[in-house]
Structure formats: C-alpha cells, structure tokens
C-alpha cells in the first residue's frame, strides 16, 4: 500500500487543515498532448491522496494516452483539450516511454490504465474508499465488480452503470448518468466510454462530480469481466501487445495499429527533428555570442602606440 503524504495549503499557512495538492510530476508535450513522466508509485500516491481530501479538493482527472490517442489528437481539437485539462496524463502506451527516451525526457515506466485501475482497487479495499464503475461492453461493469471483489476483499464497488449507444446527445440520459453516480457517492469513479468520449464527458462533468478522483479506464473493465483478453505478461513485457491485439481483433484493429502507428512514428521522427534543430541553432547562437564577446574584449584591450 502507498504512504501518504499531507500538506499544507500554500496560499494560506494559517489553515493546516486545508490540504494542497502534492506535487505533481515533470511533464513534457508530444504532439498536443502532454505526458506526465511519472510511475505507478507515485500516480497511486496522488489518486489515494485526492481520495483523502474528497470534497475539499476538485477532484483529480487521470487520463491516459497511447499512441493511437496522441494521433486523434492531432486530428481531433476538442480531445485534444480535454487531454491537456487532466491533472494527471499516465503513459499508458509502451509507443509513449519509447518516445520519450528518443526526445530527451525519459519516463520511468509505463503505466497502463488498466494496471492503475487495478492498483486503485487494491487501495481502495485497504483505505474503505468506495469505488463506481461507469461503462464498459453490457455487462462488463458488473462482472468486473464481481471478479475484483473476490480478488480484494473489502473492495466496495458502491454502484455500475452502463449508458445507452448514444447517451452523450441525449439531455435526460446524461442527467440520469450524473444522478445514479451521486446516489452512489464514490470517492473514485473509473469512465470507460472509450476515447474520445470518455476523455471529453469526464472535462465536462468533472466540476459537478463530488467524487475524489475521476479516471478514464478505456477497456480495463472489459478485460477484467473477461470480455476481451488483455496480451500475456511476456508479450507486454516485449512491447507486442499492440499485435497480440491487432490478432484478436484484426478487423476492428488493422487500422489504427497498421497506419496509425504509422503516424505516430512520423510524428515522433518530426518533433525529434525539430527539437534537434533548435538545439543546433540554439548552439550556433551561443557560439556567435560568444565569438562576438572575446573579439569585443581583445578590441578593448587594444593600446595604440
């Protein structure tokens, strides 16, 4: 279980018992959208932290990004928005670690949002905090709770809900949606829409929610209800899991692994060459500055005879 840690709350030091956010980790950008460099310690630090203080803090959004994310961005403006609101943005694709080592500013580890969810109902089960699954295939809300709840006793799954197709256009539906969420009272609500959707609903509705914590979890709570099947340890560990998926699913799939990883590989290749660049003009500029100092200090020590 992770230690907590409390502080104190910056713009007023005579309240200790209002809480400030604890740090949050070095970020960088790529393409539109930002990747914080953080591991899974210290994401599950900051989420049981934010569940601490539910309702004396907004809650904290997690979100996390993968290739085929990075390059709807590119495409799509609102998500892209809705990615660069979240407090915390995990590097859920191993596509996401191999770029940042390539751009200077390597990540610690991957941290998928399944991997996250799971670590969070394990926190939860330890600290009492109740926990609302939203979404998923039918069903897969339901038999997630059951499969967790067996493997972490004490886990108090507070309430699930699975929206109709097309929920997000429908006024009555969407208020259902926040209404059966605040009856259950959750201090951790897991979002699996799917991207974009999901990324977009929880920037929308996270200033309503009285929750702790929002997090989107994409597929997590299919491959926990045994719905779809999540790749073995050793094809994660050797970074295929994008074609263990692609062959499950292949028609559903071949397009965004087949030209969409295409795309993220020319768009990490054209950051890193611009960066690159920068660096070479920025040296070429120190060097003339420094050229144009030692001449003007030799001119200024010049005696005429």
């Known amino acids: 279980m992770v230690e907590t840690i409390t502080t104190e709350c910056a713009e007023d030091p005579d309240s200790a018992s209002a809480p400030a956010r604890l740090p949050l980790p070095p970020r960088f950008m790529l393409g539109k959208v930002p990747i914080d460099r953080i591991s899974m310690d210290y994401a599950a630090v900051l989420m049981v932290e934010a569940l601490l203080h539910r309702g004396e803090l907004p809650p904290l959004t997690v979100v996390g990004p993968n290739a085929h994310l990075v390059t709807m961005a590119e495409r799509n403006s609102r998500f892209a928005e809705a990615m660069q609101d979240a407090d915390l943005v995990v590097p859920d694709g191993i596509s996401i670690v191999f770029a940042s080592r390539l751009l200077g500013v390597p990540i610690p580890e991957r941290v998928t949002g399944g991997d996250l969810m799971e670590r969070m109902c394990s926190e939860a089960a330890h600290y009492g905090f109740r926990v609302f699954f939203l979404g998923g295939l ?39 949606i926040g209404r059966v969420i605040d009856e ?122």
Not at 218 to 242: F, H, M, S
């Open 184 to 305: 259950g009272a959750p201090d951790l609500l897991c979002v699996a829409f799917g991207a974009p959707k999901q990324e977009i609903w929880i920037q929308e509705n996270r200033g309503r929610l009285k929750v702790g914590a929002i997090m989107a979890v994409g597929a997590a709570l299919d491959t926990q209800a045994k719905l779809r099947r999540r790749a073995p340890p050793w094809v994660q560990a050797i970074a295929l899991e994008w074609l263990f998926r692609l062959l499950m699913e292949p028609r559903r799939l071949w397009r965004r692994y087949l030209i969409g990883n295409t795309r993220f590989v020319l768009l990490v290749m054209r950051q890193w060459a611009r960066e690159r660049s920068r660096d070479l003009m920025r040296g070429i500029a120190e060097t003339f500055r420094g050229d144009n100092k030692q001449l003007t200090t030799t001119g200024s020590g010049h005696e005429e005879n």
């Open 138 to 176: 039918p069903g897969a809300a339901v038999m997630a709770a059951h499969h967790l709840r067996e493997r972490y006793p004490g886990l108090q799954i507070c309430g699930t809900y699975y929206p109709p197709r097309g929920f997000e256009n429908d006024a009555a539906e969407l208020t259902r």
